[in-house]
């Protein structure tokens, strides 16, 4: 696997995430979206490209087996740990916890990279708005509604 250093989407999603986190988190709560794909949305349009159905569905099965088994176990684990409880053990396990979730997720962003690069000669470029259409493409199958306009703006100012 490559460096996350020399991968732009982890660089972007770190820089975004902070922005846009409780719309991400609201999404993957109420409509099961995958806010690794989310992020994406936001990387390829703030780059130019649109996204189409099909490109939404390699992206899905690309990251599917390891959000399922992987990402969503871990996640689950860490969920189930109360905030309010003290002690450094448990103050530790859910550190450690934490730690491996996001080694997780940048695997994950790794995977949709290697993607991107094999692919990305086959996403057309526009002078659209493509972000809003990459978010509104990968919400359709899951009944999302039209991310808000602060979402929009967040993605396309990252510098990145």
């Known amino acids: 696997m490559s460096d996350s250093n020399n991968n ?11 922005d846009i986190e409780p719309w991400c988190l609201a999404m993957q709560n109420a409509h099961g979206a995958n806010v690794n794909l ?3 949305c936001c990387f390829a349009g703030s780059q130019g490209y649109q996204l189409q159905a099909q490109h939404i569905e ?8 390891w959000n ?5 176990p871990l ?8 905030e ?16 491996a979730e ?17 692919q990305c000669d086959t996403v057309e470029a526009t002078n659209q708005q493509p972000v809003l259409a990459n978010l509104m493409a990968y919400g359709q ?4 509604p039209e991310p808000p306009a602060t979402v929009i703006d967040a993605a396309l100012c990252m510098n990145i």
């Open 8 to 18: 732009p989407f982890w660089n972007y999603s770190l820089a975004l995430y902070g």
């Open 68 to 72: 399922s088994h992987v990402i969503k």
């Open 102 to 118: 996001l080694e997780a997720e940048r695997y994950s962003q790794q995977q949709i990279w290697n993607w991107w690069q094999s």
């Open 58 to 65: 390699a992206l899905d099965q690309v990251t599917d087996q």
């Open 38 to 40: 989310l992020l994406f």
């Open 84 to 99: 309010d409880q003290l002690g450094r053990d448990y103050d530790s396990a859910r550190q450690l916890l934490l730690a």
């Open 141 to 144: 199958s899951l009944s999302m």
């Open 75 to 82: 996640r689950g684990l860490r969920q189930q740990l109360p």
